[in-house]
């Protein structure tokens, strides 16, 4: 008489382990003789159906070499396991290093505030693209791989003007949530004479001066009172993309 057992592996994030890696093989080691390479179903388990009892068959300790693909970054990791008699489930508790991020975005004001966002990974000169979303103030992402990163955020505001914003950082918590401040901005212009009364219903028209031109994007309204307030504005020194080049914002003009 043989004694089977069933042994299944799956792969995972350490911070949710109801989520299963769908793109990974496993190599099987069992007592250092290489067993084979299986594949998760469409459930997301590898399994070994009616292998012998590891711990009867001396066929322990278990060796388990994952390799797989998340969000176009390649990730390989292993985990040792002692079976000790039945074993039903084998957890790759040597997981992937993948964080659920959260991000926060505000404008200078600190009001939050839209944006495209796109999250490039970087390893050793290659650049991978593992996000693009579009965030209302506030995004979560999951199965986001650890390590270095370039981090760009589009702002397109109500004027029609593109506002730019980048900024590196290194993920290395499980669910770490981050804050980031675009160069989007307010403006208030006085309306007053020259005595310094206030003036109302003036006509105000704002022009953005960006690498050494001046920039009509028809930012116009009439003042209220002695001033009118212009909204979703690029700030100074922000960064604002015109037929797909960069130029630099260097001032506001009326």
């Known amino acids: 008489m043989f004694y089977m057992t069933n042994i299944h592996i799956y792969a995972y994030p350490e911070y949710n382990e109801s989520i299963k890696l769908m793109k990974f093989s496993f190599e099987v080691f069992a007592n250092q003789i290489f067993v084979g390479t299986i594949f998760?179903?469409?459930?997301?388990?590898?399994?070994?159906?009616?292998?012998?009892?590891?711990?009867?068959?001396?066929?322990?300790?278990?060796?388990?070499?994952?390799?797989?693909?998340?969000?176009?970054?390649?990730m390989r990791s292993n985990v040792t396991v002692d079976l000790a008699g039945i074993q039903e489930y084998i957890l790759n508790r040597d997981t992937q290093k993948l964080s659920e991020l959260t991000m926060n975005i505000y404008d200078t004001h600190n009001r939050r505030t839209s944006a495209d966002v796109e999250m490039i990974y970087v390893s050793e000169g290659n650049y991978i693209v593992v996000l693009k979303e579009k965030i209302e103030g506030v995004g979560t992402f999951d199965t986001i791989p650890q390590g270095s990163c370039i981090i760009k955020f589009r702002h397109f505001s109500s004027w029609g003007i593109v506002v730019e914003d980048s900024f590196d950082q290194n993920i290395s918590e499980l669910v770490p949530e981050l804050s980031f401040v675009l160069s989007v901005s307010e403006?208030?212009?006085l309306t007053r004479n020259l005595i310094n009364d206030p003036l109302d219903d003036v006509f105000v028209k704002l022009y953005i001066i960006a690498g050494g031109n001046v920039m009509d994007f028809n930012i116009i309204g009439i003042s209220s009172g002695d001033s009118i307030l212009f909204d979703d504005m690029p700030a100074e020194n922000a960064m604002i993309i015109i037929n797909n080049t960069r130029a630099q914002v260097e001032k506001h003009s009326g």
């Open 40 to 74: 998760p179903d469409e459930r997301g388990d590898a399994s070994l159906d009616e292998f012998p009892m590891p711990s009867l068959y001396n066929l322990t300790p278990f060796r388990i070499d994952a390799s797989g693909n998340v969000r176009g970054v390649d």
């Open 187 to 189: 403006y208030t212009v």
